[in-house]
């Protein structure tokens, strides 16, 4: 089975802090993807890369920016977290042969919380 | 603007009857379409997809139809169980997103005794 895992499952920050999240996949996927998740409006797509230190923005980048120097390992960054980045952020991973279909495989998400 | 995932926010069934959980879109482009779970504290988990030129597809217990005159999706879960109370996405991945894939509202399912 395929395993993504999630450096934290809780966080709570202060605001201006950095903030680092970070996601690990074990399957050699050439995909991942960090998406947060708020309440009424489903998944939004922050960052995605497909390849090791490549990187393109989703929907809501603004705020955030992506790393990958390893193929398993892709790390979210909040530069100055502020209140409004308090979320459900979640990493998923996918094969570039799943990816056409739409398959991803999700970790089980960090809930940031930023006072 | 949002491409798919019109949908109801919540849904209640009787343990052992079936479910409809309906999404619209307004995408016309989309190759995909994909239906997720997710359960209270856990990531989502990809349950089926629909290619954009077939109409149904079935899987285990459940069967995903798609209309595109109206551009609706719609999941069916046959005897609903009590593990199948979750959040249920449609997501949509277009030709030329790079397997970008978009994702709706979400609708509550919860199964009742």
């Known amino acids: 089975d395929v395993k993504v895992t999630q450096s934290s499952r809780y966080l709570v920050k202060r605001t201006g802090e950095k903030v680092f999240l970070e996601c690990v996949q074990d399957?050699?996927?050439?995909?991942m993807f960090w998406y947060r998740q708020d309440p009424g409006l489903g998944l939004r797509l922050i960052y995605f890369s497909y390849d090791v230190k490549m990187k393109e923005k989703g929907d809501i980048p603004e705020g955030y920016s992506v790393s990958r120097e390893k193929k398993e390992r892709f790390s979210l960054i909040l530069e100055s977290a502020s209140t409004n980045q308090t979320s459900m952020y979640l990493c998923a991973s996918s094969s570039s042969h799943r990816a056409v279909r739409g398959e991803q495989f999700f970790g089980p998400g960090t809930r940031l919380t930023v006072l | 603007g949002e491409n798919v995932g019109l949908h109801l926010p919540t849904l209640s069934v009787q343990e052992g009857d079936n479910s409809i959980i309906n999404c619209a879109y307004s995408n016309s482009a989309s190759d995909y379409f994909i239906w997720y779970k997710q359960e209270s504290g856990k990531g989502p988990q990809f349950i089926i997809d629909i290619r954009s030129n077939m109409d149904k597809r079935q899987g285990q217990r459940v069967t995903v139809l798609l209309n595109k005159t109206v551009k609706h999706l719609s999941l069916q879960i046959a005897a609903t169980q009590p593990g199948d109370s979750a959040v249920y996405f449609c997501?949509?991945?277009?030709?030329?997103?790079?397997?970008?894939?978009?994702f709706g509202s979400g609708t509550q399912l919860t199964v009742l005794p």
């Open positions: 399957m050699d996927h050439e995909n």
């Open positions: 997501a949509d991945i277009s030709s030329g997103s790079a397997r970008q894939l978009t």
